[in-house]
């Protein structure tokens, strides 16, 4: 049965991996849900933060053929319950829409929203949490002329205490280390 998982992959930023990283999913029939690059919290490593739907079986293959690319250092993948996630959402509406009530005012308030600007046309909103929840407040705010909707890629940190990454290179270097001696 096909889960949501999380694969997280540690890499250098190098030109073409990302095109490296999408192939496999290609080739194998899987498509993305969501993808986000960012730099990670150690130095000159980024992070590729990516949501499928698959199995256990075919999650474990898929993450071992991400690192067989050259520019992978590791990758990991985590089912919901194993990591903290968020997504960011932004929508515009007609300033006058919400000058004319206070329904979008409420709507802001009942889901932990924020106007991030506002100008005599139109008014920016920023709602961070889970797809659904950013799903339900477009469905609430689309009746009221939205005329913007954009929602970003899954960010998302493990519960473990440290960074799984640092831990491998640590190995890595232990290893490196009895070699050179």
């Known amino acids: 049965m096909k889960e949501e998982f999380t694969i997280t992959v540690y890499s250098e930023n190098r030109v073409g991996l990302l095109n490296q990283i999408t192939t496999v999913f290609t080739r194998r029939h899987i498509n993305i849900e969501s ?29 071992k053929q991400i690192e067989k690319r050259i520019d992978v250092l590791k990758a990991y993948w985590f089912t919901n319950d194993e990591i903290i996630y968020q997504e960011i959402a932004l929508y515009k509406v007609p ?8 329904e979008i005012e409420k709507l802001v308030r ?21 797809k659904t929840e950013t799903q339900e407040l477009y469905e609430m705010l689309d ?21 799984p990454l640092n831990s491998y290179l640590k190995k890595l270097e232990e290893d490196r280390l009895k070699l050179a001696n």
């Open 110 to 130: 009942k889901y932990g929203a924020h106007i991030l600007e506002m100008t005599e046309e139109y008014t920016i909103i920023e709602k961070t949490g889970h």
């Open 35 to 63: 993808l986000t690059t960012s730099e990670s919290a150690i130095n000159g490593i980024h992070k590729f933060t990516i949501v499928i739907y698959s199995t256990y079986d075919e999650i474990e293959k898929l993450v």
């Open 143 to 163: 009746p009221y002329g939205l005329t913007q909707f954009t929602r970003s890629g899954r960010i998302a940190v493990n519960r473990s205490r440290k960074e």
């Open 95 to 102: 300033t006058k829409a919400l000058l004319s009530g206070n």
